[in-house]
């Protein structure tokens, strides 16, 4: 296949016209697969280098919470599999199958975190239906995923960083999106925000708050073709641990997707959105 050396500027507007390198910082293991895989697919057809960093991805040592537990549960693993090494076979999968290289941190799902008195930080499910987490971030643990990501850009040397805009407040959203903000503009790389999904099918309207000093851009609705968004649906199907939970005969998630994109894009058709951002002193573009 011959490959288009050009910036796709329908995916992420990028508009220079050398080759390009998208990194994707991706909270869990399979944000960025279920929110943006379709531009990911795309991108990576028209000769786009792309890399996802998965922030939260690392393996924790037992004992784990009894919310930890119970998902492992209702991800089909036994008691002593190793949870996020399963799912990280499952990421390598997925973003192989869209034609993206991957890179797996090394920081903790919150479900395995505990918060500074000990106590477990998340203690029932964190889903698209649960309430919004954003109090208590922890500004320490932003720094030092900023500096990985720091390290991920410069290995990387991307024209274009994406992330989460954490829609309905996920913590561990809001914590790598603050993150990759810093990072992009430590290094003074553009950054664009996607909207997470299937958060977005359940918080419809959630205000998106960003840290001083960023505000957010117009929105940019990018509509995709029949090949990618069936390759982005053959990427999600390489998650079973998470579709365990998000999927089944009453509440087939693709389905779903495809729904929601197309009653809230302009044309009616299937895509993914994206914003720009705007930081403090930058001049405001769409």
Not at 229 to 234: A, D, G, L, P, S
Request: include cysteine; charge should be negative; hydrophobic fraction near 35%.
């Amino acid at each position: 296949m011959e490959q288009n050396n050009e910036v796709p500027k329908v995916i992420f507007m990028l508009q220079d016209r050398e080759p390009a390198r998208l990194l994707a910082i991706s909270p869990h293991l399979d944000d960025a697969v279920l929110s943006v895989g379709a531009g990911v697919a795309k991108a990576a057809r028209d000769g786009v280098k792309v890399t996802v960093y998965t922030v939260f991805a690392g393996t924790a040592s037992p004992p784990y919470s009894p919310l930890a537990e119970q998902m492992h549960e209702v991800w089909g693993l036994a008691p002593d599999d190793d949870a996020p090494l399963h799912r990280r076979k499952e990421d390598a999968a997925a973003l192989g199958h869209l034609g993206a290289d991957y890179r797996h941190g090394r920081f903790l799902d919150s479900i395995y975190r505990k918060s500074p008195d000990g106590r477990w930080l998340t203690d029932r499910v964190t889903g698209p239906k649960q309430d919004d987490q954003r109090t208590g971030i922890d500004p320490d643990l932003v720094a030092e995923i900023k500096e990985d990501i720091k390290s991920a850009i410069e290995e990387c040397d991307p024209t274009l960083v994406v992330t989460c805009a954490a829609v309905g407040g996920n913590r561990d959203h809001v914590t790598a999106r603050n993150a990759a903000l810093f990072a992009a503009r430590d290094k003074n790389v553009p950054i664009r925000l996607w909207e997470d999904l299937p958060y977005a099918l359940f918080r419809k309207g959630s205000a998106v708050e960003l840290p001083e000093g960023f505000g957010l851009g117009s929105p940019k609705f990018h509509p995709v073709g029949t090949e990618v968004r069936t390759r982005k649906f053959q990427a999600v199907a390489e998650y079973p641990s998470q579709l365990a939970m998000l999927d089944g005969p009453e509440r087939n998630l693709c389905a779903r997707l495809e729904e929601y994109s197309r009653k809230t894009s302009p044309g009616h058709e299937y895509g993914e959105r994206t914003w720009s951002v705007v930081r403090a002193g930058d001049p405001i573009n769409p």
